[in-house]
Protein backbone atom coordinates (compact mmCIF):
# COMPACT_ATOMS: atom_id res chain seq x y z
CA UNK A 1 0.00 0.00 0.00
CA UNK A 2 1.31 3.65 -0.91
CA UNK A 3 1.46 6.49 1.61
CA UNK A 4 1.56 9.81 -0.02
CA UNK A 5 2.23 12.48 2.07
CA UNK A 6 2.55 16.33 0.51
CA UNK A 7 4.31 19.43 1.76
CA UNK A 8 5.57 22.95 1.32
CA UNK A 9 2.72 24.60 1.11
CA UNK A 10 1.68 27.80 2.73
CA UNK A 11 0.67 31.68 2.51
CA UNK A 12 2.18 33.42 -0.40
CA UNK A 13 2.17 37.26 -1.51
CA UNK A 14 1.07 36.81 -5.31
CA UNK A 15 4.76 36.80 -7.57
CA UNK A 16 6.42 34.59 -4.80
CA UNK A 17 7.29 30.73 -4.44
CA UNK A 18 7.30 28.07 -2.80
CA UNK A 19 8.68 24.39 -3.29
CA UNK A 20 6.26 21.45 -3.24
CA UNK A 21 7.19 17.99 -2.06
CA UNK A 22 5.85 14.56 -2.24
CA UNK A 23 7.23 11.59 -0.63
CA UNK A 24 5.62 8.41 -1.42
CA UNK A 25 6.63 5.24 0.73
CA UNK A 26 5.50 1.87 0.62
CA UNK A 27 6.56 1.32 -3.16
CA UNK A 28 9.24 2.28 -5.05
CA UNK A 29 7.45 4.79 -7.90
CA UNK A 30 10.56 5.24 -10.73
CA UNK A 31 8.66 3.31 -13.00
CA UNK A 32 5.61 5.70 -12.50
CA UNK A 33 4.52 8.75 -14.42
CA UNK A 34 4.28 11.20 -11.52
CA UNK A 35 1.92 14.10 -11.44
CA UNK A 36 0.71 17.25 -9.30
CA UNK A 37 -2.94 17.63 -9.04
CA UNK A 38 -4.49 20.72 -7.62
CA UNK A 39 -8.20 21.52 -6.55
CA UNK A 40 -9.77 24.74 -6.00
CA UNK A 41 -12.89 25.42 -3.54
CA UNK A 42 -15.73 24.44 -5.99
CA UNK A 43 -13.22 23.16 -8.65
CA UNK A 44 -12.56 19.90 -9.87
CA UNK A 45 -9.36 18.34 -9.53
CA UNK A 46 -7.27 18.96 -12.69
CA UNK A 47 -3.66 17.91 -13.59
CA UNK A 48 -1.25 20.63 -13.71
CA UNK A 49 2.68 18.97 -13.96
CA UNK A 50 3.25 15.57 -14.90
CA UNK A 51 7.10 13.71 -15.12
CA UNK A 52 7.20 10.58 -16.84
CA UNK A 53 9.97 7.84 -15.78
CA UNK A 54 12.02 8.82 -18.49
CA UNK A 55 11.89 12.57 -17.55
CA UNK A 56 9.66 14.24 -19.87
CA UNK A 57 7.35 16.84 -18.70
CA UNK A 58 3.92 17.94 -19.54
CA UNK A 59 2.46 21.30 -17.79
CA UNK A 60 -0.92 22.72 -18.28
CA UNK A 61 -1.04 25.71 -19.96
CA UNK A 62 -2.03 27.75 -16.85
CA UNK A 63 1.24 27.14 -14.77
CA UNK A 64 3.84 26.94 -17.95
CA UNK A 65 6.81 28.69 -17.76
CA UNK A 66 6.06 29.24 -13.61
CA UNK A 67 6.39 25.72 -12.57
CA UNK A 68 9.09 23.36 -12.65
CA UNK A 69 8.36 19.66 -11.50
CA UNK A 70 11.20 16.86 -10.63
CA UNK A 71 11.85 13.50 -9.46
CA UNK A 72 14.42 11.61 -7.06
CA UNK A 73 13.71 8.08 -7.70
CA UNK A 74 16.35 7.25 -5.35
CA UNK A 75 14.10 9.34 -2.60
CA UNK A 76 11.21 8.61 -3.62
CA UNK A 77 9.78 11.80 -3.96
CA UNK A 78 8.85 14.45 -6.51
CA UNK A 79 8.92 18.16 -6.23
CA UNK A 80 7.16 21.06 -7.07
CA UNK A 81 8.69 24.34 -8.01
CA UNK A 82 6.26 27.30 -8.21
CA UNK A 83 7.59 30.87 -9.40
CA UNK A 84 5.41 33.69 -10.19
CA UNK A 85 2.50 32.59 -8.07
CA UNK A 86 -0.77 34.31 -8.70
CA UNK A 87 -4.08 34.29 -6.86
CA UNK A 88 -5.51 31.76 -9.01
CA UNK A 89 -3.02 29.53 -8.47
CA UNK A 90 -4.69 29.05 -4.69
CA UNK A 91 -6.00 25.30 -4.20
CA UNK A 92 -4.47 22.48 -1.93
CA UNK A 93 -2.29 20.50 -4.18
CA UNK A 94 -1.79 16.66 -4.38
CA UNK A 95 0.67 14.10 -6.04
CA UNK A 96 0.00 10.80 -7.45
CA UNK A 97 0.82 8.89 -10.41
CA UNK A 98 -1.17 9.54 -14.65
CA UNK A 99 -3.18 8.54 -14.60
CA UNK A 100 -3.91 8.26 -10.80
CA UNK A 101 -3.41 4.70 -9.24
CA UNK A 102 -2.65 5.43 -5.44
CA UNK A 103 -4.96 6.52 -2.57
CA UNK A 104 -4.76 10.39 -2.60
CA UNK A 105 -3.02 12.08 0.45
CA UNK A 106 -4.03 14.46 2.30
CA UNK A 107 -2.21 17.34 0.14
CA UNK A 108 -0.83 20.87 1.03
CA UNK A 109 -2.53 24.22 1.17
CA UNK A 110 -1.34 27.16 -1.53
CA UNK A 111 -2.67 30.12 -0.79
CA UNK A 112 -1.77 33.26 -2.75
CA UNK A 113 -2.44 36.62 -1.59
CA UNK A 114 -2.82 39.26 -3.90
Known amino acids: QVHLVESGGGLVQAGGSLRLSCLAS????????MGWYRQAPGKQRELVAR???????YYADSVKGRFTISRDNAKNTVYLQMNSLKPEDTAVYYC????????WGQGTQVTVSS
Open 96 to 103: NTVPMRWD
Open 26 to 33: GRTFGSYA
Open 51 to 57: INSGGSI
